[in-house]
Nanobody, 122 residues
């Protein structure tokens, strides 16, 4: 059974940093064509944050502050978040697809984790 499990969320002050992890099981990370992170704040649509498919791409609101990386040996994808802002508060979910597609399109992903809460206080 394919599973993606996020961890690393929490409460942090504005300007701080967090690193999220997404551990894959049931299928090796290297077998996915692309892996990404999305977030959803209360009352808002799910938003693209970052994804990687050979190269990395980022949502406009996080460019220069967030970095996505993958460690195939550990079967884990990371999201390093720096200079956090209150508007970054959301549930962050990782997603993966066996087929290459539009990195920023949530509909292109087949597998989703349950999400981890990130709260940034002002």
């Amino acid at each position: 059974q394919v599973q993606l499990v996020e961890s690393g969320g929490g409460l942090v002050q504005a300007g701080g940093s967090l690193r999220l992890s997404c551990a894959a099981s049931g299928r090796t990370l290297s077998s996915y064509a692309m892996v990404g992170w999305f977030r959803q704040a209360p009352g808002k649509e799910r938003e693209f944050v970052a994804a990687i498919r050979g190269y990395a791409d980022y949502g406009d609101s996080v460019k220069g502050r967030f970095t996505i990386s993958r460690d195939n040996a550990k079967n884990t994808v990371y999201l390093q978040m720096n200079s956090l802002k209150p508007e970054d508060t959301a549930v962050y979910s990782c997603a993966a697809s066996g087929v290459a597609g539009d990195l920023g399109n949530k509909l292109a992903y087949d597998y989703w984790g349950q999400g981890t809460q990130v709260t940034v206080s002002s």
